[in-house]
C-alpha cells in the first residue's frame, strides 16, 4: 500500500507542478519555452524555479499533513493536498497580478521580458516567501 500511496502523491505532485506551469505561462505575456530555450532568459528561468520550488514547498506540506487537518485516509491526504496546493496556485497567480498592478510604473513583465535577472528573483522569492506562509498555515 506504501508503494501505492507513493506512486499516486507522485502523479498528483508532478501534475500539480505542471499546471503551475501552464497557469503561470498563461498569466505572464511571454512564452516561456521560447524565452528559456532560445532566447536564454535567465529572469524567466528564476522565475519558474522559484515557483516550483515553492510549489513543492506546499505540495510537501500538504502531503505531510499537520494539526490544520489529520489525515485519516488516502482520500483524505490526496483531497488535501489538492485543495491547499489550488490555494497555493491561487496565491501566486493573483499575488503576481496584484505586484504587477502595483508597481506598474515598473512593468515588470516588460523586464522579465528584457532578461532582468533582478526581476525575476524578486519574483522568485515572493513566490517561496508566499509558500512558506501557506506551508506554515498546512502545519
Do not use: W
Not at 59 to 79: K, N
Not at 109 to 114: A, G, L, W
Not at 115 to 132: D, E, K, Q, R, S
Amino acid at each position: 500500500m506504501l508503494i501505492l500511496e507513493a506512486f499516486l502523491y507522485g502523479v498528483i505532485s508532478i501534475f500539480l507542478l505542471m499546471l503551475g506551469y501552464y497557469l503561470l505561462d498563461f498569466i505572464v505575456p511571454c512564452d516561456f519555452y521560447k524565452e528559456i530555450f532560445e532566447e536564454k532568459n535567465e529572469a524567466v528561468g528564476v522565475l519558474l524555479g522559484g515557483l516550483f520550488v515553492a510549489m513543492g514547498l506546499i505540495i510537501r506540506s500538504a502531503v505531510i499533513g499537520g494539526e490544520a487537518h489529520p489525515v485519516e485516509s488516502l482520500g483524505d491526504g490526496i483531497f488535501f493536498t489538492l485543495v491547499y496546493s489550488g490555494v497555493g496556485l491561487v496565491l501566486f497567480l493573483s499575488s503576481y497580478m496584484l505586484l504587477a498592478l502595483l508597481l506598474r510604473r515598473y512593468d515588470l513583465n516588460k523586464h522579465i521580458d528584457e532578461h532582468n535577472t533582478a526581476a525575476g528573483m524578486a519574483l522568485a522569492g515572493f513566490f517561496v516567501a508566499i509558500a512558506l506562509v501557506v506551508s506554515g498555515v498546512i502545519q
